[in-house]
């Protein structure tokens, strides 16, 4: 059985400072500055009054003229999201997450550690959550209200100011599949997980009277329930009982993939590799931008390198992030075009990132995501060009997957040939050069 944990509206109850603040006021988060004006998460209130994520922010505020707008935060989402991983791998599992809020994790290998079922999985993962929440620490504080939002005095503020956390509302569900899974904890309540049943059968029927919109949340069928309800299938079960010569026709993979999910049937989880991370963090006296900001990534670039925990080894990927003076945070990862240790060339592709800040800084922020072999890797003298090529060709598979996902780089293997059918003549497979 498949696990999924989900947080409903995570981000906003970590921007607004806890879920109790949900309650206080219609929110929605803001259009981050230089972005796309569309609101992003909502709370019940404002979707009582129609307001939705993606919405344009004009037709939000029409919609509802006391919609209160909360400046993102997502450093701070990051931060809180990735504690509460943490604390579900802390039992034992094996985490996958696409998105905060949103996590899986398979049962099987932990029914001995949690009494023998999934009951008493499920039972440990509810503690883990339930511990995090009580952690003080464990949300970043500092909910701030748009400047084109009303400004009351409103509960988002007093439950920052009191760390209230938003991992104790998390649903529970258990399924044979990550999307069935995800659907059970859509159906789940807060301490009231939800079990599917485990045979193909009964789960398709389980799944039947559940709506297409659920399919909004797979990026790769994510625009699909609109046109279903256009034409009149609402919901799952009406979209597995058409044939898949059908859907093919009318939306390629991506209809083949949403009538899978619809009877229950899904790819296998695929966790993520639990890795060390370092960061550093430098607060600023005041407000800084320009050449002040540009000294203080350099200070960070070289703290970080000179940490004792980094073993000689280079860097990757890193993470750099800044709390703004009007509220919220500012966050962007950077993959570089090859593992490297040199803070020179780690300045300059960092530097430009720096211009994307939207507001003055007060601390500024530097995580390592992923690491790269040790600097002091030397070839060979006498190597022959071949296997200098398939050295560098392996690190930048290695660097490719880093930025783009584990399914970046992948080989073509002819399975059938002569077949009639074009899915069936070939496949893709993991490409290790």
């Known amino acids: 059985m498949i696990v999924c944990v989900l947080l409903p509206r995570f981000e906003l109850a970590v921007a607004a400072g806890g879920r109790e603040a949900l309650a206080a006021a219609p929110l929605a988060l803001a259009p981050e500055i230089g972005r796309e004006q569309l609101v992003g998460e909502t709370s019940a209130a404002a979707e009582a009054h129609g307001v939705r994520a993606g919405l344009r922010l004009g037709e939000a505020l029409a919609r509802c003229p006391t919609l209160q707008l909360v400046t993102p935060d997502p450093a701070g989402v990051a931060d809180a999201w990735e504690g509460i991983v943490g604390a579900l791998e802390g039992i034992g599992a094996a985490v996958e997450s696409d998105r905060p809020g949103m996590a899986w994790f398979d049962e099987r290998c932990l029914r001995g550690l949690h009494g023998g079922s999934v009951e008493g999985v499920i039972t440990a993962a509810r503690r883990a959550l339930a511990g995090r929440s009580r952690d003080p620490g464990s949300v970043p504080g500092g909910a701030a209200l748009h400047p084109s939002a009303p400004r009351d005095p409103s509960a988002a ?124 963090v430098l607060e600023l006296p005041e407000s800084a931008l320009g050449q002040q900001l540009e000294r203080a990534l350099g200070m960070l670039i070289d703290r970080v390198l000179a940490r004792p925990e980094r073993r000689g080894r280079t860097v990757r990927a890193v993470v750099l992030s800044a709390a703004l003076v009007g509220g919220g945070t500012w966050r962007t990862q950077l993959t570089f075009r090859e593992a490297l240790s040199d803070p020179r060339r780690m300045r300059l592709a960092l530097g430009g990132r720096l211009t994307e800040l939207p507001a003055p800084a007060d601390s500024l922020r530097l995580r390592v995501e992923a690491f790269g072999p040790p600097s002091g890797d030397q070839r060979s003298l006498l190597a022959e060009p071949a296997a200098i090529r398939r050295a560098r060709l392996r690190e930048a598979v290695r660097q490719t997957r880093a930025a783009a996902g584990p399914d970046a780089a992948l080989r073509i293997l002819a399975v059938d040939p002569d077949s009639r059918v074009p899915e069936r003549r070939l496949a893709l497979a993991p490409w290790e050069p």
């Open 157 to 280: 503020a007093h439950a920052a100011s009191r760390g209230v956390a938003v991992g104790a509302g998390g649903r529970i569900g258990a399924a044979p599949s990550r999307f069935a899974a995800l659907s059970a904890a859509h159906r789940a309540r807060a301490r009231r997980p939800e079990i599917a049943p485990e045979k193909p059968a009964s789960l398709a029927a389980y799944l039947a009277p559940l709506p297409v919109s659920l399919l909004s949340s797979r990026p790769e069928v994510a625009t699909l329930p609109e046109a279903l309800e256009r034409f009149g299938i609402a919901t799952l079960g009406e979209l597995a009982k058409l044939s898949r010569a059908a859907l093919a026709d009318r939306f390629g993979q991506p209809g083949l993939l949403a009538r899978d999910l619809a009877l229950g049937r899904d790819t296998p989880l695929r966790p993520r590799v639990p890795s060390e991370r370092l960061q550093e």
